[in-house]
T-cell receptor
């Protein structure tokens, strides 16, 4: 079964501290993994996709197939990073495969 | 224009009303989606249109009726809804290309949503 697990509902850190938002997945084929972010009163938007292997707003995420994880990391959190973060999965190259979202982690960065 | 727009922003309707949600994009995307998002929950896929044809229906009750009149517009017609249908309804679109015998999607762009309340 396809599943995305984000174990933390809420993650609270101080400004300047490192951040790691956990994401584990279950998928039988080759997955495509994404991180979406939803800032307060803004639309859901793509932050990262594993295929691109890029850093956006200081965030990185590496797909670990052995541990079936795609954790989101940032070395120094900023207050403007406070938002809801969703990890999502789709079958690689599969337009007919739907995007499966995790339950989300609310990141709160304290000043 | 690089945005997905949705109207109305808010909608309050009774259980006997008929209303429609509208979604529009002018990015040339040929895949369009309806999602339902309850408070503090992730979006749940309802429908997918691919090249203006319904390709995925996630067993959504028939009181929700999607329509894709052209490649830029997506509607969701609502009739005889229940209070538990109150939610944020999100539209999304993505660039979908034919590659070989299959289709490949790029990232999904989301609209701001319509906040629906059913009384």
């Amino acid at each position: 079964a396809q599943r995305v697990t984000q174990p933390e509902k809420l993650l609270s850190v101080f400004k300047g501290a490192p951040v790691e938002l956990k994401c584990n997945y279950s998928y039988s084929g080759s997955p495509e993994l994404f991180w979406y972010v939803q800032y307060s009163r803004q639309r859901l938007q793509l932050l990262l996709r594993h295929i691109s292997r890029e850093s956006i707003k200081g965030f990185t995420a590496d797909l670990n197939k052995g541990e079936t994880s795609f954790h989101l990391k940032k070395p120094f959190a900023q207050e403007e990073d406070s938002a809801m973060y969703y990890c999502a999965l789709r079958g690689l190259g599969g337009a007919t495969n739907k995007l499966i979202f995790g339950t989300g982690t609310l990141l709160a960065v304290q000043p | 224009d690089t945005e997905v727009t949705q109207t109305p922003k808010h909608l309050v309707m009774g259980m006997t009303n008929k209303k429609s949600l509208k979604c529009e994009q002018h990015m040339g995307h040929r895949a369009m989606y309806w999602y339902k998002q309850k408070a503090k929950k992730p979006p749940e896929l309802m429908f997918v249109y691919s090249y203006e044809k319904l390709s995925i229906n996630e067993s959504v009750p028939s009181r929700f009726s999607p329509e894709c009149p052209n490649s830029s517009l997506l509607n969701l017609h609502l009739h005889a809804l229940q209070p538990e249908d109150s939610a944020l309804y999100l539209c999304a679109s993505s660039h979908r290309v034919k590659r070989g015998a299959g289709l490949v999607d790029n990232e999904q762009f989301f609209g701001p949503g319509t906040r629906l309340t059913v009384l």
